[in-house]
């Protein structure tokens, strides 16, 4: 039996010489590379234990040869490249979570906010361990991904572990339509605005800026809590115009490849819809990419007090290629750096002010419900006055109950009212 498996490896080795004069070739031949990869795809399409095609073949190497650069560079075919699309322009049927390749070990980025993932518990760092009892030790993004999305309706069992811990669990979560929602927005006091950014889609900016423009319509501006924790990032384009509403002029971040040349710069530009009430951001571990572009501009530009934790690290810039047959290639271009020429790439921004997130204790004892005037039966109700002048809005039970629950949140909205006595932030100019 030794004396075979011997025979079948020199074997293996007199094919692999007979093979090899193309190979020497001398390093000055551009086209030595491609004769190895030709010999070595012709062995494997000849003797592999299974049969496979040449496509597979071909589309494994691309795959391989672009995921090894870096976490975020891939080869997607023509069905995952149209799914790429549809993430920044409609919606899916999935769980809502956004996931990265982290040390070899499926990570989350963060949950979206408002879908099953976020309501199962889900938390920016856990770590996917098995997706329907598969192992994601040695599994791909792209094939994560579409392993966690699927039919409206239809479940999928994930095995994760929480940051910190070491006990896994499993939980089974529905999929549902994952509407591509940018921004949504809240009073947190009169006069002091609540903005959240989940993504950065192609609707992002319109949708902020109409939130902006429906709540001053009525009511005076005096600071606004911009929260983008856990909040992935997306399109580039959409950052700078999120960047240059609060901005006046001046850099919000330039991007550099390989050499020098290839820098390019995104400015803000004066307008008269540029909004100047003071900012509190709001970032934390799931702050990633555009988020962290938007974070750190309005830092350096000392025009926002960052407030949370510190964000993603991920400083990169990838570019969309299709390719004639529908696949396409998204592939790291360059590094971006904020307007002091800071690059954050596996650092993230750090906050102004370090404040953890505090888990809110759940069935703790506070004494009993707080009763208010407006829980009394038959309180009278007083009937806002037009121009939002002396019936300022009422504060929503949602607000109400997040500003319990999130300690990040209630300092937040302390120090954006306290910015213009503090005279820490500038204009931003």
Same mark, same amino acid.
């Given at each position: 039996?030794?004396?075979?498996?011997?025979?079948?490896?020199?074997?293996?080795?007199?094919?692999?010489?007979?093979?090899?004069?193309?190979?020497?070739?001398?390093?000055?031949?551009?086209?030595?590379?491609?004769?190895?990869?030709?010999?070595?795809?012709?062995?494997?399409?000849?003797?592999?234990?299974?049969?496979?095609? *040449?496509? +597979?073949?071909?589309?494994?190497?691309?795959?391989?040869?672009? +995921?090894?650069?870096?976490?975020?560079?891939?080869?997607?075919?023509? +069905?995952?490249?149209?799914?790429?699309?549809?993430?920044?322009?409609?919606?899916?049927?999935?769980?809502?979570?956004?996931?990265?390749?982290?040390?070899?070990?499926?990570?989350?980025?963060?949950?979206?906010?408002?879908?099953?993932?976020?309501?199962?518990?889900?938390?920016?760092?856990?770590?996917?361990?098995?997706?329907?009892?598969?192992?994601?030790?040695?599994?791909?993004?792209?094939?994560?991904?579409?392993?966690?999305?699927?039919?409206?309706?239809?479940?999928?069992?994930?095995?994760?572990?929480?940051?910190?811990?070491?006990?896994?669990?499993?939980?089974?979560?529905? *999929?549902?339509?994952?509407?591509?929602?940018?921004?949504?927005?809240?009073?947190?006091?009169?006069?002091?605005?609540?903005?959240?950014?989940?993504? /950065?889609?192609?609707?992002?900016?319109?949708?902020?800026?109409?939130?902006?423009?429906?709540?001053?319509?009525?009511?005076?501006?005096?600071?606004?809590?911009?929260?983008?924790?856990?909040?992935?990032?997306? #399109?580039?384009?959409?950052?700078?115009?999120?960047?240059?509403?609060?901005?006046?002029?001046?850099?919000?971040?330039?991007?550099?490849?390989?050499?020098?040349?290839?820098?390019?710069?995104?400015?803000?530009?004066?307008?008269?819809?540029?909004?100047?009430?003071?900012?509190?951001? #709001?970032?934390?571990?799931?702050?990633?990419?555009?988020?962290?572009?938007?974070?750190?501009?309005?830092?350096? *530009?000392?025009?926002?007090?960052?407030?949370?934790?510190?964000? /993603?690290?991920?400083?990169?810039?990838?570019?969309?290629?299709?390719?004639?047959?529908?696949?396409?290639?998204?592939?790291?271009?360059? #590094?971006?750096?904020?307007?002091?020429?800071?690059?954050?790439?596996?650092?993230?921004?750090?906050?102004?002010?370090?404040?953890?997130?505090?888990?809110?204790? +759940?069935?703790?004892?506070?004494?009993?419900?707080?009763?208010?005037?407006?829980?009394?039966?038959?309180?009278?109700?007083?009937?806002?006055?037009?121009?939002?002048?002396?019936?300022?809005?009422?504060?929503?039970?949602?607000?109400?109950?997040?500003?319990? *629950?999130?300690?990040?949140?209630?300092?937040?909205?302390?120090?954006?009212?306290?910015?213009?006595?503090?005279?820490?932030?500038?204009?931003?100019?």
């Amino acid at each position: 039996m030794r004396f075979a498996v011997w025979l079948g490896t020199f074997l293996l080795l007199a094919l692999l010489t007979l093979a090899t004069p193309p190979l020497l070739a001398t390093q000055d031949d551009p086209y030595a590379a491609l004769g190895r990869f030709s010999d070595v795809l012709d062995l494997v399409e000849k003797n592999y234990v299974h049969e496979v095609s *040449r496509d +597979e073949l071909v589309n494994g190497a691309i795959k391989g040869m672009l +995921e090894q650069l870096d976490p975020h560079s891939t080869y997607m075919d023509a +069905e995952e490249f149209q799914e790429m699309q549809i993430r920044t322009t409609g919606e899916f049927g999935g769980i809502g979570i956004e996931i990265t390749l982290r040390d070899g070990r499926l990570t989350v980025i963060s949950p979206i906010e408002d879908t099953p993932a976020f309501e199962a518990g889900l938390k920016s760092g856990d770590i996917i361990l098995e997706i329907d009892g598969q192992n994601t030790q040695d599994i791909s993004l792209l094939e994560a991904v579409n392993k966690i999305r699927g039919p409206k309706g239809s479940t999928v069992e994930l095995t994760l572990i929480h940051q910190g811990d070491t006990k896994p669990y499993t939980v089974s979560i529905k *999929r549902a339509t994952i509407p591509i929602r940018g921004a949504k927005s809240n009073e947190l006091e009169p006069g002091y605005l609540y903005l959240r950014l989940m993504s /950065f889609n192609e609707n992002t900016t319109k949708e902020m800026r109409d939130a902006i423009s429906d709540y001053t319509r009525d009511n005076a501006l005096k600071g606004i809590v911009l929260d983008m924790r856990g909040n992935p990032g997306g #399109l580039l384009n959409q950052a700078v115009a999120v960047a240059d509403t609060f901005l006046s002029g001046g850099n919000i971040v330039y991007i550099k490849g390989r050499d020098d040349a290839s820098r390019e710069d995104f400015n803000a530009r004066p307008s008269a819809s540029d909004v100047t009430a003071p900012l509190v951001v #709001l970032i934390n571990a799931g702050s990633a990419s555009a988020s962290e572009i938007v974070a750190g501009a309005l830092q350096d *530009r000392k025009r926002a007090l960052i407030l949370g934790e510190p964000s /993603f690290g991920k400083a990169t810039v990838q570019t969309i290629i299709p390719l004639a047959d529908g696949s396409g290639i998204k592939l790291t271009k360059a #590094l971006y750096y904020t307007p002091n020429g800071r690059s954050i790439q596996a650092e993230g921004i750090v906050p102004d002010i370090a404040v953890p997130f505090e888990e809110p204790a +759940e069935g703790k004892d506070n004494g009993g419900p707080v009763l208010r005037e407006k829980d009394m039966r038959g309180h009278i109700e007083v009937a806002p006055q037009k121009g939002g002048k002396a019936g300022a809005p009422k504060v929503s039970d949602e607000m109400r109950v997040r500003l319990e *629950r999130d300690n990040q949140l209630r300092m937040a909205l302390q120090f954006v009212k306290k910015l213009p006595e503090l005279g820490l932030i500038g204009a931003g100019k």
